[in-house]
Nanobody
Framework: QVSLVESGGGSVRAGGSLRLSCAAS????????MGWFRQAPGEGREAVAT???????RYGNSVKGRFTISQDNRENTLYLQMNSLKPEDTAMYYC????????????????????WGKGTLVTISS
């Protein structure tokens, strides 16, 4: 069973930075689509960024230019570097993954991922 465990959340002031990590364990694969999603209080889930085993990245419009997704294949860890944080970035951030596919599809962006972490909370104060 694949396990995803997020870390790195916390509380920072607007303009600050955080780096989220997602450690994957279990029967992973060199072909994958992995991503970060977030859900703010009272809101629906929103795709933040995805990356696939080909290195293709996709970002939501609200985070482009501020967030960077990356993957350390040796450590089986996914990262999300978040800079210039805004109060509207406040949310629970979730790591998600699909294995056996070398690319992320439109369904992936919509959240059709097989594996999910339990989330890490990010709070940005003004």
């Amino acid at each position: 069973q694949v396990s995803l465990v997020e870390s790195g959340g916390g509380s920072v002031r607007a303009g600050g930075s955080l780096r989220l990590s997602c450690a994957a364990s279990g029967p992973t694969d060199n072909n994958y689509c992995m991503g970060w999603f977030r859900q703010a209080p009272g809101e629906g889930r929103e795709a933040v960024a995805t990356i696939d085993s080909r290195g293709s990245e996709r970002y939501g419009n609200s985070v482009k230019g501020r967030f960077t997704i990356s993957q350390d294949n040796r450590e089986n860890t996914l990262y999300l570097q978040m800079n210039s944080l805004k109060p509207e970035d406040t949310a629970m951030y979730y790591c998600a993954a699909d294995f056996g596919f070398s690319y992320c599809s439109g369904s992936s962006w919509s959240g059709a991922m097989a594996y999910w972490g339990k989330g890490t909370l990010v709070t940005i104060s003004s």
